[in-house]
């Protein structure tokens, strides 16, 4: 009987691509039959991490060079047991140093990113297209939000910021999915359609197996039944 209601849903007709801007945001974030994200909450991870490792490495480099040189300046006076011991001595202040400040950066830059990206594709996801618009306003929102502390000030100079990089960011972005022959958009909502057609096309060949096999049970039944009443009215 479980087993019955369990395999209910796969007889009823396939939902339909959804249509509104808030079905498609609910979609971005709920795993397909395949238990995989969206393309575009992938790329969200995936630059997220980028951003992560670049921060660091912005920070963290430059903060290495100066904290070894600081340190050998510092250390002429300083006794070494040998010089692979002083080497190792001033590289390990450049290691404190590199972690320290690439840390500091490499998480900005990551929630920087990662905001960007989240409101530019809900807004891109939401309207159903990819417009400069949509980067500038992401722009906007996450320099504000990252200036904010500062008070009115660096909240105006947060949002002018941020719109001067969501502009030339989301330009090149949208050359760059121009030039791969359709946007990510386009691809997922060919990707809907195409998976919709695929359900409606198996869900069309199921019911008419299970037409054509009630109609074979219920001719079969009355078929039974007419020989059931022929041999009553002989053995009367």
């Known amino acids: ?23 498609r945001l609910s979609e971005l974030w709920r795993r397909d039959e395949r238990q995989r994200y969206p393309e575009e909450t992938v790329n969200i991870l995936k630059s997220a ?12 480099l430059p903060a290495f060079y100066h904290a070894r040189k600081a340190f050998i ?10 010089r692979a011991d002083a080497v190792q001595s001033a590289h390990r202040a450049g290691l404190r140093s590199f972690i320290r ?14 905001i960007f990206n989240t409101v530019s594709t809900g807004l891109s996801v939401y309207r159903n ?7 500038a306003s992401a722009g906007a929102f996450t320099g504000a ?25 989301g330009g090149l972005l949208m050359v760059m999915q121009k030039l791969a022959g ?13 998976l919709y057609e695929q359900k409606l096309a198996e869900w069309q060949s199921r019911l008419s197996v299970t037409e ?25």
Do not use: C, D
Not at 49 to 60: E, P, R, S
């Open 73 to 82: 300046e510092r250390s002429h006076g300083e006794l070494f047991q040998n």
């Open 145 to 169: 939000l990252f200036r904010m502390h500062l008070g009115l000030q660096g909240l105006a100079g947060g949002f002018v910021f941020g719109t001067a990089f969501g502009i030339p960011a």
């Open 49 to 60: 991490f980028t951003g992560g490792v670049v921060g660091w490495m912005y920070g963290g």
């Open 212 to 236: 054509v096999f009630e109609g074979q049970t219920e001719s079969n039944a009355r078929g039974g039944l007419e020989t059931e009443r022929a041999r009553e009215s002989r053995s009367s």
């Open 1 to 23: 009987m479980a087993e019955g209601v369990g395999a209910q849903p796969q007889f009823g007709r396939p939902a339909p691509p959804p249509q509104t801007g808030w079905e």
């Open 182 to 194: 359709e946007t990510l958009q386009e691809k997922r909502s060919r990707e809907r359609r195409e």
């Open 101 to 114: 400040y690439g840390w500091r950066w490499s998480w900005r830059v990551a929630a920087f990113v990662t």
């Open 129 to 135: 297209e990819i417009t400069i618009s949509n980067f």
